[in-house]
Nanobody, 125 residues
Framework: QFELVESGGGLVQPGGSLRLSCAVSGSIYSSIGWFRQAPGKEREGVSC????????NYANSVKGRFTISRDNAENTVYLQMNSLKPEDTAVYYC????????????????????WGQGTQVTVSS
């Protein structure tokens, strides 16, 4: 069983940075995805990290600005977000697929069985 708790959201000006954390209870040896959902829009994948080889994957909209990382000792996955834009405003969720040897999937949220409660990120001047 997994429990995921996100933190680190907040209000930031355009061009600013935030670091989101996803604390994982259970095994961190699971593919972890970060998704976001803005009002009136569908949930979209932002970034994920695979459990089999630790490889990251990014949506085109955040490539070069966001970095996902995993601290196995802390059982935490981070999403460093730089050069934030107003269109990054959304509730951000982390999710785990519960599989030890999997490739993460950025485009299918249904493969993730466990979800956090979300953290709000607002980019505005």
């Amino acid at each position: 069983q997994f429990e995921l708790v996100e933190s680190g959201g907040g209000l930031v000006q355009p061009g600013g940075s935030l670091r989101l954390s996803c604390a994982v209870s259970g095994s961190i040896y699971s593919s972890i995805g970060w998704f976001r959902q803005a009002p009136g829009k569908e949930r979209e994948g932002v970034s994920c990290i695979s459990s089999n080889d630790g490889s990251p994957n990014y949506a085109n909209s955040v490539k070069g600005r966001f970095t996902i990382s995993r601290d196995n000792a802390e059982n935490t996955v981070y999403l460093q977000m730089n050069s934030l834009k107003p269109e990054d405003t959304a509730v951000y969720y982390c999710a785990a697929d519960g599989e030890m040897w999997s490739l993460c999937d950025l485009y299918n949220p249904y493969v993730y069985a466990f979800w956090g409660q979300g953290t709000q990120v607002t980019v505005s001047s």
